[in-house]
């Protein structure tokens, strides 16, 4: 049988399928909903950042106390992101994403009509793993179509994908802003509701229906191979060292044994089991994939302590308001949009990861000499040196992943890149947590850019010895 023909038999087979009719190719009715879907995990990750000194004096708590919403959201999207991607390639893409909408929607609801502190944590926790099925699944939609027009996926597709995520973690502070000095930050909560609901419908009728996944032996249905013990121990050894790091000022020393114990457990069972949850064996073995996760998580460390310290440092310190600090942090959000474009057009990985690192130890170092009398030209460079490595390096490391990871699982690649960045942030947290303690003043910050110093030489070091970027420079 001719191969043309057979692929329009199955294109035929797609445009009539339950869920909608199929898009021609990969045109704008596929990408839409999928790009929408993708930036609502990054866009929450970072809008929130000027709303916690408000949330904060609204329920009498301190900046320790806030930064669990920072953190909730992360280690759920730590765990929920291979997971869900996992979910995805068994069960079908399509119902992944739209059962992760259906979740983001409950937790926009959760969040705006909150009574208590408590509710809002809740909130946040069902908005990491409703917002992490977006982009794994939109990864295996791709895949997907690939396998049915017999092609790849174009990188002008993926390119479109990293940006939403870039971009929309970039604008985030900004947004926040103006969310919160017009509406109070409830609407920080609330704009889940209409861009879920959105991308819902755009989903509906847009995302063909999931092919057929493969069949078991003897044509019986695919086992749900998703090592459901390794993800078990996955996220208790997360979930205790967040309790220990949320708290270094006091620290819960008896936090560190059960962190130890499940952490052994988890690599003792990964090596073991046939289809682990971590393929440990293959990171050992990779040693240029793995120097890659160490780079982005030490990365977004840094550029989260500054989304989220340096936001609320212009609130409590210099005494600035929600909206106002969303300007400030305007540069930041320009220079990492644009320079995500343009790190997506380089062909070399190399030189934006070390003009990257270059600059986000200038940043923290200009960081350690802001004062509450500091000019405000020098706090609008702060932003721009902490947004244009953000938008090289996140769109240099992606490049990194897909250039070092095993075709056959960039899946799964993919999903512990996000794991690292995401464990970044919770560490983040956990660093502004101690800097400041209840409020946000100069000495704190000054704490806090002092450690980004060492951490972005450190960087510097492990992005300027790495052969295998060297090699592709």
């Not at 970072?46 to 106390?65: E, K, N, P, Q, W």
């Not at 699944?137 to 990293?162: C, F, I, N, Y």
């Not at 440092?313 to 600090?325: C, D, V």
Request: a positive charge.
């Amino acid at each position: 049988m001719p191969v043309p023909d057979a692929r329009a038999g199955a294109s035929a087979a797609r445009t009539s399928a339950p869920g909608g009719p199929g898009p021609a190719g990969f045109g704008a009715r596929l990408t839409t909903p999928l790009l929408l879907g993708s930036l609502l995990n990054p866009l929450n990750t970072t809008m929130i950042s000027t709303a916690l000194v408000a949330i904060g004096r609204d329920f009498g708590i301190g900046a320790a106390d806030t930064a669990w919403l920072i953190s909730v959201l992360y280690l759920a999207s730590a765990v929920g992101q291979p997971v869900l991607g996992k979910l995805a390639d068994v069960i079908g893409p399509r119902r992944v994403f739209l059962a992760g909408l259906l979740v983001v929607l409950a937790s926009g609801l959760v969040g705006t009509l909150a009574p208590d502190f408590g509710w809002l944590v809740v909130s946040r926790l069902l908005l990491g793993i409703g917002t992490s099925a977006a982009y794994p699944a939109a990864m295996s939609v791709l895949r997907d179509e690939s396998r049915r027009l017999g092609r790849p996926t174009p990188r002008t597709v993926l390119a479109r994908l990293s940006f939403a995520g870039i971009g929309s973690t970039a604008v985030g502070p900004t947004l926040g802003g103006v969310l919160v000095g017009a509406f109070g930050w409830r609407a920080i909560f609330a704009v889940n509701i209409p861009m879920a609901l959105l991308a819902l419908a755009f989903a509906l009728v847009w995302i063909p229906a999931d092919p057929p996944r493969a069949a078991g032996a003897a044509g019986a249905p695919p086992k749900l191979a998703i090592d459901p013990l390794g993800i078990g121990l996955f996220a208790t050894a997360l979930t205790f060292l967040c309790f220990f790091l949320l708290d270094l000022s006091d620290p819960v020393w008896w936090l560190l044994a059960p962190f130890a114990a499940a952490t052994a457990a988890l690599v003792t069972w990964q090596l073991r089991t046939p289809a682990p949850f971590i393929d440990l064996r293959m990171i050992a073995r990779n040693g240029p994939l793995a120097r890659t996760y160490l780079r982005h998580g030490l990365s977004y460390l840094q550029i989260y302590c500054v989304m989220y310290g340096y936001t609320q440092w212009l609130e409590e310190a210099r005494g600035f308001s929600s909206g106002a600090t969303g300007l400030v942090m305007l540069p930041m959000s320009l220079s990492a949009l644009v320079c995500s474009l343009a790190g997506a057009r380089t062909r070399g990985i190399r030189a934006p990861l070390l003009a990257g690192a270059v600059l986000l130890t200038a940043g923290a170092g200009v960081l350690a000499l802001v004062s509450g009398d500091t000019p405000l030209a020098v706090l609008l460079l702060v932003g721009a040196c902490f947004g244009i490595p953000q938008g090289f390096i996140g769109t240099s490391n992606q490049a990194a992943v897909q250039q070092h990871a095993p075709a056959e699982s960039i899946g799964s690649a993919a999903g512990l890149q996000r794991t690292a960045q995401y464990i970044g942030a919770i560490t983040a947290s956990s660093l502004i947590a101690l800097a400041y303690g209840r409020q946000a003043d100069d000495s704190g910050m000054h704490l806090m850019a002092g450690v980004s110093v060492v951490l972005g030489a450190g960087l510097l070091v492990l992005t300027l010895t790495d052969r295998a970027l060297r090699a592709r420079a």
